[in-house]
């Protein structure tokens, strides 16, 4: 009972991991960029969420409140690439790094100013709620946590392999010039991948914020997202969600049956075995660049 109980507690953290490393695999597979700040966003969309929903501030119903903080989280994805990001293209891909590196630091200065350091949760009607069956209780947002992940990622893998604009973002990111000149409006997929990223890490900050408290130094576990998406394969959508889950799985066993301390390296520690031995990671998809 306790194994499966921590199974499916990792379960939920893991999922949560593996969405913020979704956004960072959308925006490499679309632009090869990595954003630094995909784990401020998710904590910038957890409180954007808060702010719509609850009493203290403006008190929005909870369905309602979802979909205004999505689609700001998309506007201001969008708007970074539009403002910011564009004004750097062609620099080296430190640049970009840097740029998106301080971006973080001015998403968790914002948020501070604004909503304040002090830990703050979600009102949300499936707080407190548990699933029982055969002696063994979930808690309904953790359910909800991977359901919704699932589902999310299945429709990101199905939207980058079936449809024409996935493609398109996909022939950017191999050979933006030869994309241009194949007629793909490669400003215009760029801005749509970085919205969606935005979105996708609003996703991800609610349903962290269902789970517990957020503050503004929750973005740093962006760090074990982009670990998570290393050890499943940058570039693969699978393999991000794969790796969260991996890296989410070991954190509480690792909490259980090792030494205190170990829990927080052990998914370092396994990041570093992937790149000794894999250094594509453990479901790269191999492929030659081309259009």
């Not at 953790?142 to 992940?149: M, P, Q, S």
């Not at 299945?154 to 996935?166: D, E, M, T, V």
């Not at 973005?219 to 693969?236: C, D, E, M, Y």
Request: hydrophobic share 55%.
């Amino acid at each position: 009972m306790e194994i499966f109980q921590l199974l499916v507690s990792g379960l939920a953290n893991g999922c949560v991991y593996g969405l913020i490393a979704l956004g960072f695999v959308m925006i490499y597979k679309a632009t090869e960029a990595v954003n630094f700040a995909q784990g401020d966003f998710m904590m910038l969309g957890a409180f954007v969420m808060i702010g719509f929903n609850n009493a203290e501030y403006l008190g929005l119903p909870f369905a309602v409140s979802i979909v205004a903080a999505l689609v700001v989280m998309g506007a201001i994805g969008y708007l970074l690439d539009r403002l910011i990001l564009r004004r750097v293209a062609g620099e080296s891909q430190t640049s970009v790094i840097i740029l998106t590196i301080a971006l973080g630091f001015v998403i968790r200065f914002v948020v501070g100013l604004i909503w304040g350091h002090e830990p703050k949760s979600l009102e949300n009607p499936i707080i407190g709620q548990d699933i029982a069956f055969g002696g063994i209780v979930l808690g309904l947002e953790d359910v909800a946590v991977i359901v919704i992940t699932l589902l999310l990622t299945l429709a990101l893998y199905l939207f980058f392999q079936r449809s024409k604009l996935g493609l398109a973002m996909q022939a950017a990111s191999q050979n933006q010039l030869a994309a241009y000149y194949m007629g793909v409006p490669v400003k215009r997929i760029q801005g749509f991948i970085w919205a969606l990223s935005g979105i996708v890490a609003g996703i991800a900050g609610i349903l962290f914020a269902t789970k517990g408290s957020v503050d503004p130094t929750t973005g740093l576990i962006g760090i074990k997202a982009f670990a998570a998406a290393v050890i499943g394969g940058f570039g693969s959508l699978p393999g991000a969600l794969l790796g969260g889950l991996i890296v989410g799985i070991i954190e509480p066993f690792a909490s259980r049956y090792m030494p205190a301390g170990y829990s927080q390296i052990a998914p370092y520690a396994l990041l570093l075995l992937v790149l000794i031995f894999r250094p594509s990671g453990l479901f790269a998809q191999q492929r030659n660049k081309k259009v």
